[in-house]
C-alpha cells in the first residue's frame, strides 16, 4: 500500500470476523501470518499477530465485541525496525528497535552503536516526507526496513518520546528549541 505515495504496509479495516470474509481479507494481505492493530495504545499493547485462520476468527470477533474496529496489516517478515525522530525537517536521531525474544514486537536497544544522527536514506526519507505529509515539526516515526532494501513506514508518534535517543547522547532537544 502506498498512502501520499509513502511506502506503507497493505492494511484493511475490518467489521466483521465471519471467516469467509477474514479469508479474503488474508488472501488480499498475501496470506499468514498477519498483524491485528487496534487503535490506541502504546508499546505495541494493541498490536497482536495471527498465525492461524481460527486465531485470527477469535481474535478479530473480541476485539469487535469490545467496540473496536481492527485493522489487519500485512506482517513484513524479517524486517529491521527504526524508530526515526525528524524535528523541522530533519532526521536528528535514530535507532533499531529489536525484537523481543519469544515474540513479534520490538523495543529500543541499550547498545550504544544502535543509535545514529545520521540513520540510513532508506529510513530517513520516509519518515521526514511522512512528517510533511502531515504538517508536523516534530514526529517519532516506526519504519520497517526489510533486508531487500524496501522501508514500510508503520506509523508517526506526534508527539513523541525523544529521551530514550538523548540518552544515548543525540540532541534531539536543541534542534526541537531552534
Do not use: K
Request: with cysteine; proline share 9%; charged share 20%.
Amino acid at each position: 500500500m502506498v498512502s501520499a505515495g509513502l511506502p506503507m504496509p497493505r492494511e484493511i479495516r475490518v467489521r466483521s470476523a465471519q471467516p469467509d470474509h477474514l479469508t479474503r481479507v488474508v488472501q488480499a494481505l498475501g496470506g499468514l501470518p498477519v498483524i491485528v492493530r487496534a487503535d490506541g495504545g502504546e508499546g505495541g499493547e494493541r498490536v497482536s499477530r495471527a498465525d492461524t485462520m481460527a486465531g485470527l476468527i477469535s481474535l478479530v470477533g473480541l476485539l469487535l465485541s469490545l467496540g473496536h474496529a481492527p485493522r489487519l496489516v500485512a506482517f513484513v517478515p524479517d524486517a529491521i525496525h527504526w524508530r526515526v525522530v525528524v524535528v523541522g525537517g530533519r532526521a536528528v536521531a535514530a535507532y533499531i528497535n529489536p525484537v523481543r525474544d519469544g515474540d513479534f514486537r520490538s523495543e529500543p536497544t541499550e547498545e550504544p552503536g544502535d543509535y545514529t544522527d545520521a540513520p540510513p536514506a532508506a529510513v530517513a526519507e520516509p519518515a521526514i516526507a511522512a512528517c510533511e505529509v502531515l504538517g508536523v515539526d516534530l514526529g517519532g516515526v516506526d519504519v520497517l526496513l526489510h533486508p531487500s532494501g524496501r522501508p514500510y513506514l508503520l506509523e508517526v508518534n506526534t508527539p513523541c518520546y525523544f529521551a530514550q535517543a538523548e540518552r544515548f547522547g543525540l540532541d534531539v532537544a536543541g534542534p526541537l528549541v531552534d
